[in-house]
């Protein structure tokens, strides 16, 4: 059971990126994917999870309206979308898979987790 993000990157304020969590050894369908995210100094903070029904719970209300995650279910990859970033966007991001089927803020981070991606903002 393998979770690989990538995707991260340098980029100006109000640009965006996609992040993408692919899974390994499982199929991520049947899976709650959680992105949390780690600013320097910082606790870590959930962002958002998408369910394996596809609904989406966002953890932190800074991010609505701005991020929003999909699947590909052929890649076995969750994305998410990073649209209007801010400096204050600036963080590791992580992906985490969790076999419950719905958005559990604490059952979410007893999962299995992804290395974390890098994300700057400039501004």
């Known amino acids: 059971v393998q979770l690989q993000a990538s995707g991260g990157g340098l980029v100006q304020t109000g640009g965006s990126l996609r992040l993408s969590c692919k899974a390994s050894?499982?199929?991520?369908?049947?899976?709650?994917v959680g992105w949390f995210r780690q600013a320097p100094g910082k606790e870590r903070e959930g962002v958002l999870c998408?369910?394996?029904?596809?609904?989406?719970?966002f953890y932190s209300e800074l991010v609505k309206g701005r991020f929003t995650s999909s699947r590909d279910s052929v890649k076995n990859t969750v994305y998410l979308q990073l649209n209007d970033l801010r400096p204050e966007d600036t963080a590791v991001y992580y992906c985490?898979?969790?076999?419950?089927?719905?958005?559990?803020?604490?059952?979410?981070?007893?999962?299995?987790w992804g290395q974390g991606t890098q994300v700057t903002v400039s501004s």
């Open positions: 050894g499982f199929n991520l369908d049947w899976y709650a």
């Open positions: 985490v898979a969790h076999s419950s089927a719905n958005c559990d803020y604490s059952d979410l981070q007893s999962g299995s």
């Open positions: 998408l369910s394996n029904r596809m609904d989406t719970t």
